[in-house]
């Protein structure tokens, strides 16, 4: 399981570089975004300067110098597993300092979520092949090794449009906007081309207003009184096509019904894994039987049913406002 938090950072440990030292004259990128123990690295520079030679370091360690002759070469980087590299081109002035012309970083690791580096898709029209490639191709130039598919879905309570033996092929998002299946299915598989893996998005507890009340039992709800007269929602205006209601995580019911929901989504399309949401501090909120929700002691219950139900599959938590991150935080989780 990965969760993440930040805070302001930029007033410690400040890099300061000598002037006219480091000049960014190549751009020097890989054609992975990351790589496997014993997997070739390719190399492409924009272009080649004489005298320039290639520089491999580990921690500052020197492994291996060669002179650049063209603008593409291979390397097989050492393959103990979890180690990073830096890449530089540099030249020799003649007073013996070094410019360095280009730089760029290669990451080693049979796990992407040794040192995981996350970005996400928001938009899954009709997206052709050419433009979804430089999109992805950008990716892997930031070495973004893990991507999140955020609202690709039909439904939250409800992820795929469709059934697993005849998936929809274009259905629209809570925003009304259209999702193409070809977009999401090409996207994953060029992803996953340049060795980054894809996480499909969705919330712990969200059901929209479109539910079917046989499957989803007022006893899986959480809601603002004791006496369940209110469900508890997010209220969402124009052009969201509904309200998000909110159901309780720790809830064995509702965890049974989104594993198998996930369970379609995995048979029809490669996700390697479950992003999930939450939306923060709901206040007080209560079960149906009137007890206190206590949402954030409830996602390590919902999370650990996650992962039983699909072991292979990665997961990543979404702590809103850090609402939860203690609790599960102290938790042996994914």
């Known amino acids: 399981l990965c969760f993440a938090s930040c805070q302001n950072d930029d007033d410690n440990g400040k890099m300061e570089y000598a002037e ?7 751009t020097l990128s ?19 300067f ?42 020799t002035n003649t007073d013996g300092t070094q410019t360095i012309l280009g730089t760029v970083g290669i990451d080693v690791s049979s796990d992407w979520t040794k040192f995981p580096r996350y970005g996400f898709l928001s938009e899954f029209g009709n997206i052709s092949e050419s433009d979804r490639a430089t999109v992805i191709n950008n990716l892997k130039d930031y070495h973004i090794n893990g991507i999140q598919f955020y609202d690709w879905q039909y439904r939250q309570h409800q992820p795929l449009a469709g059934t697993v033996s005849n ?24 992803a996953h081309s340049k060795n980054m893996k894809a996480m499909f998005y969705n919330l712990a507890y969200g059901v929209l207003n479109d539910y079917d009340p046989n499957l989803i039992t007022p006893q899986q709800f959480v809601y603002k009184d004791v006496n369940h007269n209110v469900k508890d929602k ?9 309200n998000i209601y909110i159901t309780d995580p720790a809830n064995t019911a509702w965890q049974n019904y989104l594993a198998q929901k996930n369970d379609d989504v995995y048979k029809v399309y490669d996700f390697d894994g ?11 909120v209560f079960r149906y039987d009137g007890t206190n929700a206590d949402l954030k002691n409830a996602f390590p219950s919902f999370i650990s049913a996650m992962k039983s139900a699909n072991s ?10 850090q609402y939860g991150q203690k609790e599960m935080a102290a938790k042996e989780l994914d």
């Not at 030292?21 to 190549?26: N, T």
């Open 234 to 242: 997010h209220e969402l205006g124009w052009p969201f096509i509904s």
């Open 274 to 284: 479950f992003h999930i949401d939450q939306l923060g501090d709901r206040g007080n």
């Open 30 to 48: 890989t054609d992975k975004a990351s790589y496997k123990p014993g997997e070739m690295v390719s190399f492409i520079a924009d272009k080649v």
């Open 312 to 321: 292979n599959k990665k997961l990543v938590m979404n702590a809103v406002n």
């Open 167 to 190: 998936p929809l092929p274009v259905w629209n998002d809570i925003i009304n906007r259209e999702v193409y299946g070809k977009t999401v299915s090409g996207y994953i598989t060029q």
């Open 50 to 91: 004489s005298n320039s030679l290639i520089r491999y370091t580990y921690l500052g360690k020197v492994i291996k110098e060669e002179t650049l002759n063209a603008t593409s070469w291979n390397w097989l980087p050492p393959s103990t597993d979890f180690q990073g590299y830096m890449v530089s081109i540099y030249q």
């Open 20 to 26: 006219d030292i480091i000049a960014a004259k190549i």
